[in-house]
């Protein structure tokens, strides 16, 4: 049974950390969403992010710079979705989808040169007190700064959503383009607006997984996180409250994951990187009738899953 | 007699090329080569050089034009693995896996099945392959139907759990134990093996694409289940008033989708590999995604998006065995093409 707490335990522990990147993308597709649009190009923002904050970190020599060039470059990637899909109406899936892999092609070629480079990052802050609760202390409370930025992110994106002018905005423009403009709200301006969040919190993920969590940049080191938190955002209800759990939960297969290899569990590795992926499409496929009927109206022509 | 071209005519000519969707998508490309041309430029190189070595490594020789043909058979497989789908209004972004997915049926028949005779061993690789893929795909559909999960995400997300499953299979039980360790499987036998034609590294896999192409053409223009598929696509629920059976429609597209899908991972084990490794597909999936998005979904555009598409490819394996770019860059060009060729397209003029 010591045995099964030593994983439990460990599994905790190692669930925030990957959690955190995937939450920052699930934020930032949220707001996208709320808007009207889906990005599928979450995936690329992500990888310019985690590359071009490495990038920057290792030219400047100051995390915090690479940290705000990897949300900008996240926002830049999806502006081009934005004069896209907004201007130019092209289908959203294929143009975002088509975007992830441009900026999987442009961080593969702008990081080859930093893939051995070594960078201090951003490491662990232990809060007093709260640190030392036992086991969930340490899980939660022993994180680089993005971690705790996002902890607050959640029920601060809540709170903005549903009580101040600007979220209301978003909610009326993602609900309907029409009754928004007759409402006096300009529906592009606040659906650039939305898409350039997205994309910088996509980026903010990206650069958890590049300057907090491994230290190190590798072609594709995203392998679909993006697209997780695409998955995620639905599974969520189009709720930040609920995203916090959903992204935990993925975070939490990824630290159960190298649990079970450390302790030496007789399954193949590769089965075991399957789980985060299989456990959220579970989670998806468990919550989804709810998920239909919250669906923000704009959204109803490009995902619809019923016929 | 004949007069030169007036400059109405001219107009006339050059407006009616603009307004054309080929004519329009032909302007697209060339914007994007220009924009790809400046990005080489930005970075210190000379884009005339850089376009003439991919030229000449392309279309430019008999060697060129067969490796083109070559990488196009799973360009057009998997670009019908979107289009057929999304003619009822599916997407299927798992092309990839589906790949990944008809390679390994299609490697277990050929490794563990005795069937001993070529004229055999292929169809039966070839069915296996297709209903690997097929049965990937029709994952989505269940998810979809009973549980309301949307295809995009779970298509998307299979991909990586296809990739893993392969792996699972070469780094263990199907390791080949003389391979020095490498994650391999043995390597086929000459009965599964697509023989090469016409002297190049071309292979019978060819016949695969063009019968697919053909055949999806009929079919969705010729016969009533090919309107009926568009009508689906179009209003499932004004499809199901008229009697149209919905479901069976979309569970047919999507399992031909996979299917063809999953003949091009056999044609790729089959035909170029000869065994089954991690990485076989390398985006090809995802390429053919993006080839149906720029072909608008029609079978016969496809060719060319898929022959566009292969051509960059080529050339960017020429570019990077020279030194001159990583291949990587090509998928920055093939972003760019498919951006600019549906940013160019007519904006219809939405009823208010």
């Given at each position: 049974?010591?045995?099964?707490?030593?994983?439990?335990?460990?599994?905790?522990?190692?669930?925030?950390?990957?959690?955190?990147?995937?939450?920052?993308?699930?934020?930032?597709e949220?707001?996208t969403e709320?808007a009207g649009r889906i990005n599928l190009g979450t995936e690329g923002?992500?990888?310019?992010?985690?590359?071009?904050?490495?990038?920057?970190?290792?030219?400047?020599?100051?995390?915090?710079?690479?940290?705000?060039?990897?949300?900008?470059?996240?926002?830049?990637l999806s502006m081009v979705m934005a004069y896209l899909v907004i201007y130019r109406d092209t289908n959203q899936l294929a143009t975002g989808f088509a975007l992830t892999l441009f900026g999987?092609?442009?961080?593969?070629?702008?990081?080859?040169?930093?893939?051995?480079?070594?960078?201090?990052?951003?490491?662990?802050?232990?809060?007093?007190?709260?640190?030392?609760?036992?086991?969930?202390?340490?899980?939660?409370?022993?994180?680089?700064?993005?971690?705790?930025?996002?902890?607050?992110?959640?029920?601060?994106?809540?709170?903005?959503?549903?009580?101040?002018?600007?979220?209301?905005?978003?909610?009326?423009?993602?609900?309907?383009i029409?009754?928004?403009?007759?409402?006096?709200?300009?529906?592009h301006?606040?659906q650039i607006?939305?898409l350039?969040?997205g994309?910088?919190?996509?980026?903010?993920?990206?650069?958890?997984?590049?300057?907090?969590?491994?230290?190190?940049?590798?072609?594709?080191?995203?392998?679909?996180?993006?697209f997780?938190?695409v998955?995620?955002?639905?599974?969520?209800?189009?709720?930040?409250?609920?995203?916090?759990?959903?992204?935990?939960?993925?975070?939490?297969?990824?630290?159960?994951?190298?649990?079970?290899?450390?302790?030496?569990?007789?399954?193949?590795?590769?089965?075991?990187?399957?789980?985060?992926?299989?456990?959220?499409?579970?989670?998806?496929?468990?919550?989804?009738?709810?998920?239909?009927?919250?669906?923000?109206?704009g959204l109803k022509g490009v995902l619809k899953a019923?016929? | 007699?004949?007069?030169?071209?007036?400059?109405?005519?001219?107009?006339?000519?050059?407006?009616?090329?603009?307004?054309?969707p080929?004519?329009r998508s032909?302007?697209a490309?060339?914007?994007a080569?220009?924009?790809?041309?400046?990005?080489?430029?930005?970075?210190?190189?000379?884009?005339?050089?850089?376009?003439?070595?991919?030229?000449?490594?392309?279309?430019?020789?008999?060697?060129?034009?067969?490796?083109?043909?070559?990488?196009?058979?799973?360009?057009?497989?998997t670009a019908l693995a979107a289009a057929i789908p999304a003619r009822v209004g599916l997407i299927n972004v798992g092309g990839?896996?589906?790949?990944?997915?008809?390679?390994?049926?299609?490697?277990?028949?050929?490794?563990?099945?005795?069937?001993?005779?070529?004229?055999?061993?292929?169809?039966?690789?070839?069915?296996?392959?297709?209903?690997?893929?097929?049965?990937?795909?029709?994952?989505?559909?269940?998810?979809?139907?009973?549980?309301?999960?949307n295809e995009v995400i779970?298509t998307l997300?299979?991909?990586?759990?296809?990739?893993?499953?392969?792996?699972?299979?070469?780094?263990?039980?199907?390791?080949?134990?003389?391979?020095?360790?490498?994650?391999?499987?043995?390597?086929?036998?000459?009965?599964?093996?697509?023989?090469?034609?016409?002297?190049?590294?071309?292979?019978?896999?060819?016949?695969?694409?063009?019968?697919?192409?053909?055949?999806?053409?009929?079919?969705?223009?010729?016969?009533?289940?090919?309107?009926?598929?568009r009508?689906?696509g179009g209003n499932?629920?004004?499809?199901?008033?008229?009697?149209?059976?919905?479901?069976?429609?979309?569970?047919?597209?999507?399992?031909?989708g996979?299917?063809?899908?999953?003949?091009?991972?056999?044609?790729?084990?089959?035909?170029?590999?000869?065994?089954?490794?991690?990485?076989?597909?390398?985006?090809?999936?995802f390429m053919g995604f993006l080839a149906s998005w720029m072909a608008n979904h029609n079978?016969?555009a496809i060719?060319?998006t898929?022959?566009?598409i292969?051509?960059?490819?080529?050339?960017?394996?020429?570019?990077?065995?020279?030194?001159?770019?990583?291949?990587?860059?090509?998928?920055?060009?093939i972003g760019l093409v498919l951006f600019s060729v549906l940013g160019f397209r007519r904006l219809e003029r939405k009823?208010?």
């Amino acid at each position: 049974m010591s045995d099964v707490w030593l994983v439990l335990g460990g599994t905790l522990t190692g669930a925030v950390g990957p959690g955190i990147s995937v939450l920052y993308a699930t934020y930032g597709e949220l707001i996208t969403e709320r808007a009207g649009r889906i990005n599928l190009g979450t995936e690329g923002s992500m990888l310019m992010g985690a590359c071009f904050g490495f990038i920057v970190t290792v030219e400047t020599g100051s995390v915090t710079v690479g940290v705000f060039a990897a949300m900008a470059a996240g926002a830049g990637l999806s502006m081009v979705m934005a004069y896209l899909v907004i201007y130019r109406d092209t289908n959203q899936l294929a143009t975002g989808f088509a975007l992830t892999l441009f900026g999987a092609g442009i961080t593969a070629y702008a990081g080859r040169g930093y893939v051995d480079s070594i960078i201090g990052g951003l490491n662990p802050i232990s809060i007093p007190l709260l640190s030392e609760i036992p086991k969930l202390g340490q899980a939660l409370f022993q994180q680089d700064i993005l971690a705790y930025i996002a902890y607050v992110l959640g029920p601060l994106l809540f709170l903005g959503l549903h009580y101040t002018r600007a979220g209301l905005s978003l909610k009326a423009v993602g609900e309907s383009i029409e009754v928004a403009f007759a409402a006096g709200r300009n529906p592009h301006v606040i659906q650039i607006a939305a898409l350039a969040a997205g994309g910088a919190l996509a980026g903010l993920g990206g650069a958890q997984l590049s300057l907090g969590l491994t230290h190190t940049w590798s072609e594709g080191m995203t392998v679909g996180r993006g697209f997780v938190a695409v998955g995620l955002v639905i599974f969520a209800i189009w709720s930040p409250l609920r995203a916090m759990v959903g992204a935990f939960l993925f975070g939490g297969a990824i630290g159960l994951q190298l649990q079970l290899q450390t302790v030496g569990a007789p399954v193949s590795p590769f089965i075991l990187d399957m789980l985060p992926y299989l456990i959220i499409l579970f989670v998806m496929a468990l919550w989804s009738r709810a998920s239909a009927r919250a669906m923000p109206e704009g959204l109803k022509g490009v995902l619809k899953a019923t016929t | 007699m004949n007069q030169p071209i007036s400059l109405q005519q001219a107009q006339g000519f050059a407006f009616a090329f603009t307004n054309h969707p080929a004519g329009r998508s032909v302007i697209a490309i060339i914007f994007a080569f220009v924009v790809f041309a400046i990005f080489i430029a930005v970075i210190g190189r000379d884009p005339i050089e850089i376009y003439t070595k991919m030229f000449e490594g392309t279309l430019g020789s008999k060697v060129g034009l067969s490796e083109v043909g070559v990488r196009m058979i799973p360009f057009v497989l998997t670009a019908l693995a979107a289009a057929i789908p999304a003619r009822v209004g599916l997407i299927n972004v798992g092309g990839e896996g589906q790949l990944y997915i008809g390679a390994w049926a299609a490697t277990g028949v050929a490794l563990y099945v005795d069937i001993g005779t070529i004229w055999l061993m292929l169809p039966a690789m070839a069915i296996a392959g297709f209903l690997g893929g097929a049965i990937w795909g029709g994952i989505a559909i269940l998810l979809r139907h009973w549980r309301n999960v949307n295809e995009v995400i779970s298509t998307l997300l299979s991909n990586y759990v296809a990739i893993l499953f392969v792996n699972f299979f070469v780094f263990g039980a199907w390791k080949n134990p003389t391979g020095f360790g490498y994650p391999y499987t043995s390597n086929f036998e000459f009965e599964s093996i697509l023989p090469s034609i016409f002297d190049t590294r071309l292979h019978l896999g060819l016949v695969l694409p063009i019968i697919g192409i053909i055949a999806t053409y009929l079919f969705l223009s010729r016969t009533r289940w090919g309107a009926n598929m568009r009508a689906v696509g179009g209003n499932p629920d004004a499809a199901r008033r008229r009697g149209i059976p919905v479901l069976r429609y979309i569970i047919i597209a999507m399992l031909v989708g996979g299917g063809l899908a999953g003949l091009a991972g056999m044609s790729e084990v089959s035909g170029i590999q000869h065994h089954l490794r991690p990485g076989i597909s390398n985006n090809l999936g995802f390429m053919g995604f993006l080839a149906s998005w720029m072909a608008n979904h029609n079978p016969i555009a496809i060719i060319g998006t898929s022959f566009l598409i292969a051509a960059i490819v080529v050339g960017g394996d020429i570019l990077q065995f020279s030194g001159d770019l990583p291949s990587a860059a090509m998928l920055i060009l093939i972003g760019l093409v498919l951006f600019s060729v549906l940013g160019f397209r007519r904006l219809e003029r939405k009823a208010e």
